[in-house]
Each structure stands twice: as C-alpha cells, then as structure tokens.
C-alpha cells in the first residue's frame, strides 16, 4: 500500500491518521460522558487524565492532518449518481461542509476544554511531560458556562461523525461508489 494519497485511494498516513483521530474522539467523548459514572477519586482523575490527554492529541493529530491536506491532498471525489445526474453539487456541497464542520470541531472542543480545566483553576497535564499552570483564578461559574459549551460542541462533533459514516454506507450500499472503501486499510480497489 502507498503511504501518500493517489488519485484513487488515500494513502497509509491519511488513513491512520483517519482512523487513529476516529478511536480518540470516541475514548474522549466516552470518558467526558461517563466521567460522574466513575467513582471518585483515582480512578476518576485517571479517567480525566485519559480524557485531556485524548484531547489534546486530537488537536496535534488534526493540525498535522490539514498540513497533510495541503503536502498531499486527498483523491478527488468519487463520481456520484443521483438519480440521472451525475455527481450531484449538493452531494458534494454536503460532504464540504460537514468535513469543514469536522474540522472546525476537532479543534474546538479540545480547546473549549482546555479553558474549561484552566476556569476550574486547575493546571493542564501534557502527557505527563509536564504541567501549565491556570492563567487565571477558580471561577466556578465559568467554568459552569464553559463545561455545557464544552458537551455541546462535543455531541456536536458525534453528530457529525454518525452523519459522516452514514454517508460513508450510503456511498458505498446505495450510490455503489468507491468512497468509504478508500479509506479503509488493506481495501484492494
């Protein structure tokens, strides 16, 4: 298999990098959602670690992914037919803005987050590398205001993500199209 993007499939890094952003948005939007279920203490400030840490290489590995776009962009989209059109605009329209939407959210979350720890007065753990310290005080009810933006934009992002692979099976079972098999690792086209 290619590493880099052809005009047919995308290559092992646009799929890793694809797939490895996909398992980390699901283990932070799990943990983030079940975090009052575990218990406090350890295993909930290890549950918050995990959560912050998925975040933040959510953001490294999104960043590094739209530099990729621009050193490799991806295969052009695969011909649709819609009925006796062929590849539709609003097919295409949708699929731009919902990646855009992704995009957009892969960061904002993360970072709507990181304000969150720092209104909680807390420091923000990097890896386990090292610490930064909160820019400003405690402020509970920031940190309140900033917690519901923060789910918000995070089911935001799962909504996108359902849409995104639904359309992926609809492409691949209704339109009998290439789409969602080129992302997939190991796929013969």
């Known amino acids: 298999m290619q590493l880099l993007n052809s005009s047919r499939r995308y290559g092992l890094v646009a799929q890793s990098l694809h797939w490895i952003v996909v398992v980390l ?23 918050l670690y995990i959560h912050i840490s998925a975040g933040l290489a959510i953001i490294a590995l999104t960043a590094l992914r739209l530099l990729l776009r621009l050193a490799d962009p991806p295969p052009p989209p695969e011909k649709t037919y819609v009925g006796e059109r062929a590849s539709a605009a609003w097919v295409e329209l949708g699929a731009k803005l919902a990646h855009l939407g992704l995009y957009v959210l892969l960061v904002a979350v993360p970072v709507v987050g990181i304000a969150l720890q720092f209104a909680r007065g807390e420091a923000l753990p990097i890896f386990g590398l090292l610490e ?21 934009l995070a089911h935001g992002v799962m909504v996108l993500v359902g849409l995104h692979a639904a359309a992926a099976l609809v492409h691949h079972w209704v339109f009998r199209d290439r789409t969602l098999v080129r992302m997939l690792p ?3 086209l």
């Open 186 to 188: 190991g796929s013969k």
């Open 25 to 47: 948005v699901v283990l932070a939007w799990s943990l983030g959602t079940l975090d009052d279920a575990l218990p406090r203490g350890s295993a909930r400030a290890v549950g």
């Open 132 to 152: 930064i310290a909160s820019p400003w005080p405690a402020d509970r009810a920031f940190a309140r205001n900033l917690k519901e933006i923060h789910e918000i």
